[in-house]
């Protein structure tokens, strides 16, 4: 068998309803497999349905397991590997708030202007970027901002779809 | 139609009955009350007061596993529900349906610490198939439809509903079963027709095959078992099963190797050591069966029927998948076989079957038969003949007489054999006993036991002595942890750690003191004798309690880590480079 750890991006379709979160996580820590990121959120509220975006490694066999056990679970509609089944778009969303006067603070909101981050708070010491992107312009963001007075960072995690005209 | 308002308690005996439950197994507590109060005001639905709540749930293992329904289980909150998790895990790792109601505190109230409160939902997430916590009592009856839907469809498990007892009391609308569809939960039972003729190409060719099968065709019901046996014999191929699987082809076939795994016997392990194509029918590559995973049948393509996806290529990785119901797809299979006028490769397989022979005649099975003591295996051969022609069903507990039993005693038809395979739960025998004869009033129904694992569960006697089920308990009693013990004579240097029964009961007098009758043999003369009182008891239980040899160990035996072809006929072998270092780690 192929041992080579690969990542994968897979969005899962869910009923959202009390525990299916706890369920997904659950099967992740009790078959040791990795969650990378995981994000959720409703998005059809008529139909309560949630879409759940995670990012994962392992090998090959780890990784259809994962979807095996994923697609096993009672409350879940479909279950979609992004990373397998063609090119596909991936961002998250990064609040980073960065803190300092003078130069430091200037080099930060050019580099902020650079990376086409919105500013969403400013007082006279500090400022909250908000930046939308790759993980790894997300990472390189940060990384620099780490050098000029980085306070805190959210991050979303990744979410992602599946480039054309179909959908889920 | 006007609406019909019932209680949450009323709502939940309508749907059993519905549902065709006729039995319920459970214990009463502050938050079921209601519900128990409603079963007081109606016939329709027995209720089985059991001792603990973990027997009720193997009881419903037991009748479950012997009628093919539905188990139901009824608990309360708290420790009425975290009782239950051993039968509840239990039961999903042999896919056994099960529904298990539990008493949850009202609803205000949860989240409170208040007084009998776990979360259940939480605990048993990983131990059921699904679950639910019901807080809207309009939704009681949908959630009790679904719940027998998800336990009985796809591959079978147990279904928990939690339900507050605000819930229990509150008025309600009914639906019927009819009205309920799962939003979800359609699990594949036809397979796709391509796969299966890939795989009747496969077979067709095959110079040294070998069907190894499993629970899977247990589950698909009797009609699977029948093809099963139908297809095997179309083809003239050997068989070999798991443990959960036996009954399923008929161990009187010729045909038949006998169990496989860690103590399958030597034909049938070498078998698969050596076939060419593998054709697994309801089964889930476990550990115990596939020995060093790296030389499992190492020079085999394989084909792999299950209907649960997930077990596909999750141990073994496999030439042919295919989803589906075992019954489903072995129908399939033998309408191809015979539309494509298939006949097997008679001169490759007449080979086969000479190389299979001088395995065979090893005789694996055999024993140092002495007049001297009661050799374990020997009673359970007495036993055999005496079960002989007679409708029965066995239950195990878990050990080294379960080896036994599944080695010595033969079955023949699907639904007989019960026993913890997955799990591996001591105690599991005389409640499933009890379960199984509460729903075969008629049969004898046997629980092979071990002086250790009937002490885990011993005051289900008293349900049974209740429910007058006239359950035999045949313990095979060496005063050690049988299997504990043979793992530490092979691999801690025969270091007996704590493995030694002390301070047993005397068997006897603790049946009579249910008013049971209690039976003992110490010679190999008294075995018959009272293995013919025992089966003359009808209208009680009985507990035998049979003196074996306390140093037999249990054999064939493929230490962990170890592969099918490096197999231990008896303590002539040395056990003392029986297991590799990596071995020894594993269980």
Excluded at chain 1, 111 to 138: H, R
Aim: proline fraction near 5%; include cysteine; hydrophobic fraction near 40%.
């Amino acid at each position: 068998m192929e041992d080579k750890i690969e990542k994968h991006t897979i969005a899962v379709l869910v009923d959202n309803e009390p525990g299916v979160l706890a369920r997904v996580i659950g099967l992740f820590s009790g078959r040791g497999y990795n969650i990378e990121s995981l994000t959720v959120a409703e998005v059809n509220n008529a139909d309560h349905l949630s879409r759940i975006t995670l990012v994962t490694s392992g090998t090959r066999m780890v990784v259809e397991q994962i979807k095996a056990q994923l697609d096993r679970l009672v409350p879940v509609h479909k279950v979609h590997d992004l990373t397998d089944e063609g090119p596909s778009v991936e961002r998250e969303l990064a609040l980073v708030k960065v803190a300092g006067t003078g130069d430091r603070r200037i080099e930060a909101l050019r580099l902020a202007d650079i990376f086409k981050a919105k500013v969403v708070d400013a007082t006279l010491t500090s400022f909250v970027f908000e930046l939308t992107g790759t993980t790894a312009e997300v990472d390189d963001f940060v990384g620099l901002m780490a050098q000029l007075g980085l306070v805190e960072a959210s991050r979303t995690g990744v979410v992602a779809m599946s480039k054309g005209a179909a959908g889920f | 139609m006007p609406e019909q308002k019932l209680t949450g308690a009323q709502i939940v005996i309508k749907a059993l009955k519905d549902q065709g439950v006729d039995i319920i197994f459970g214990y009463p507590g502050g938050a079921v009350l209601p519900i128990y109060d409603a079963i007081f005001q109606q016939n329709d639905i027995k209720h089985i007061l059991v001792r603990h709540e973990q027997a009720a749930v193997h009881a419903a293992e037991g009748y479950a596993r012997s009628t093919g329904k539905v188990g139901c289980v009824l608990v309360t909150s708290g420790p009425g529900a975290t009782n239950a998790v051993t039968g509840l895990l239990d039961a999903l790792c042999d896919s056994i349906p099960l529904v298990c109601l539990s008493g949850q505190v009202p609803t205000h109230l949860i989240g409170n610490d208040a007084f009998q409160e776990a979360d259940t939902t939480g605990i048993t997430r990983p131990c059921t198939k699904h679950n639910y916590l019901v807080k809207d009592v309009n939704q009681l009856a949908r959630t009790m439809h679904e719940a027998f839907y998800v336990a009985r469809s796809g591959r079978p498990g147990p279904v928990l509903i939690d339900i507050p007892k605000d819930v229990q009391f509150a008025d309600g609308t009914y639906i019927p079963p009819t009205e309920v569809k799962h939003k979800t939960y359609r699990p594949q039972v036809k397979p796709e027709i391509a796969r299966v003729e890939e795989a009747i190409e496969l077979i067709a060719n095959a110079k040294r095959p070998i069907f190894y099968t499993g629970g899977g065709v247990v589950n698909a019901g009797p009609i699977a078992a029948k093809l099963l046996t139908q297809f095997v014999k179309l083809t003239g191929f050997p068989i070999t099963s798991t443990l959960m699987g036996l009954g399923a082809f008929p161990a009187s076939e010729t045909q038949w190797l006998g169990m496989l795994g860690m103590h399958g016997t030597y034909e049938a392990n070498l078998a698969m050591y050596n076939c060419d194509v593998m054709i697994n029918i309801g089964a889930r590559f476990d550990d115990r069966v596939t020995g060093k995973l790296s030389e499992f049948a190492p020079g085999s393509k394989k084909i792999h029927v299950d209907i649960d996806p997930s077990s596909i290529n999750k141990n073994v990785a496999v030439d042919i998948p295919i989803v589906g119901d075992a019954g489903a797809v072995l129908e399939d299979m033998i309408r191809i076989w015979k539309a494509r006028q298939k006949r097997a490769d008679q001169a490759a397989l007449k080979e086969w079957w000479g190389q299979i022979d001088g395995w065979r005649a090893r005789n694996c099975l055999n024993y140092n038969r002495t007049e001297a003591v009661i050799k374990p295996q020997y009673a359970l051969e007495r036993l055999r003949e005496a079960l002989r022609g007679k409708n029965h069903y066995v239950t195990t507990e878990v050990g080294q007489h379960q080896m036994w039993a599944a080695q010595f005693l033969p079955f023949d038809e699907p639904n007989r054999w019960m026993t913890s395979g997955g799990l591996g739960t001591m105690g599991y025998g005389l409640p499933a006993a009890i379960g199984a004869q509460l729903a075969h009033p008629d049969a004898i129904v046997v629980d092979v036991s071990g002086e250790a694992s009937f002490l885990m569960n011993m005051q289900e006697i008293g349900t049974a002595v209740q429910y007058r089920a006239p359950v035999k308990i045949f313990i095979l009693n060496n005063k050690y942890m049988g299997m504990v013990r043979q793992w530490q004579e092979l691999l801690h240097g025969s270091r007996y750690s704590n493995s030694y029964s002390e301070a047993l009961p005397d068997f006897v007098k603790l049946a009579e003191s249910w008013g049971c009758v209690g039976l003992r043999a110490t010679t190999v003369a008294e075995v018959d004798e009272v293995i013919e009182k025992m089966l003359a008891v009808t209208d009680r239980p009985c507990i035998v309690d049979i003196a074996v040899d306390p140093k037999e160990n249990c054999f064939p035996m493929i230490p962990g880590g170890k592969a099918h072809n490096e197999i231990l006929f008896g303590p002539e072998d040395s056990p003392s480079d029986a297991t590799p270092e990596d071995g020894m780690v594993l269980v």
